[in-house]
């Protein structure tokens, strides 16, 4: 089954940025969406953009939208996460996951119980 490779993470101060990549290893083929969640200290893992990589456009949840975006390298077969105009509210864990098509949601989140997970990656912004 495909592995995602996580990358990126590190400590910022507030307004600055920071680059997640996620790299599927294995076979991709089968990738049908890739999304990055995140789980900050206090509160439930949750959903941050998602993308469908076949005609699909980039959905953001309303609290990154117009500071984070998905852009994918296809050479290199990476998604990545750009993050700007970081807030101290955006500290914590962060996940990449892809699945194939009956694991994604019409907006191009993977369902998590059908989903292949990154190890994570720290996010600090103080």
């Known amino acids: 089954h495909v592995q995602l490779v996580e990358s990126g993470g590190g400590s910022v101060q507030s307004g600055g940025s920071l680059r997640l990549s996620c790299t599927p290893v294995?076979?991709?083929?089968?990738?049908?969406?890739i999304g990055w969640f995140r789980q900050t200290p206090g509160k439930a893992r949750e959903r941050v953009a998602g993308i469908l990589l076949i005609g699909g456009r980039p959905y953001y949840e309303e609290f990154v939208r117009g500071r984070f975006t998905l852009s994918q390298d296809k050479a290199q077969n990476t998604m990545y996460l750009q993050m700007d105009g970081l807030k101290v509210e955006d500290t914590g864990e962060y996940y990449c996951?892809?699945?194939?098509?009956?694991?994604?949601?019409?907006?191009?989140?993977?369902?998590?119980?059908?989903?292949?997970w990154g190890q994570g990656t720290q996010v600090t912004v103080s």
């Open positions: 294995g076979p991709t083929y089968s990738t049908y969406c």
């Open positions: 996951a892809a699945a194939k098509a009956w694991g994604c949601t019409s907006s191009g989140y993977p369902i998590t119980t059908q989903a292949e």
